[in-house]
């Protein structure tokens, strides 16, 4: 009788895997994915390079997420480590721009902690996994915001440039969070794909 029901039970988690994390063909790959997103445009135009590769995987799809918002991160990190460098702001502006680089370093380090989670997922302990992926990305949102909120001279083009850049980051972290939680609703079964 145990066996039947583990049987049973085998056949119904492969029949919710493969109606969850099965492809569907097409371009649709990462509109499919995105619409769990809250800046939809900006998730698909960021991730369609991965659509031919993540399908419909959600664990793919997450790390994508993740790892596009690193280079951003980055990105904009440098464009103010440039702009610390030459002395652009003074007084409590160039305090503004320092501390707006710790907290996209730390951004960056949580981003980093979720990516890495996120390439050794294991269905044993991918409950706890999926709850520190959670609570890295949304520190790094903290860290995002915490860095707006500092940049006070918005008049400056410069410096409005550098607010788009890390709203854009935020938007893009947002993005990675969303698609981290969809992982974590379809559950471990879907690892198999990965």
Known sequence: ???KFMLVLAWLTTLICSTTCSSRGGGSYV???CRVTRYQDLCIHSLASFSSTAKDNPSKWARA???VTISQAKSVTQSLLEL???NFLKGRGRIAILDCVDCLQDALDNL???LGVLRKLSS???NDQMGDVTTWLSTALTDEDTC???LEDKKRKQVKLLLNRVTNVSYMTSNALALVNK???NGPQCLENS
């Open 65 to 67: 997420a993740v790892s």
């Open 124 to 126: 044993q302990t991918f």
């Open 84 to 86: 610390r460098k030459h």
């Open 1 to 3: 009788m145990t066996w």
């Open 31 to 33: 509109r499919d994915a």
């Open 112 to 114: 980093h902690n979720s």
């Open 183 to 185: 992982l974590a609703t």
């Open 148 to 150: 707006l909120d500092g």
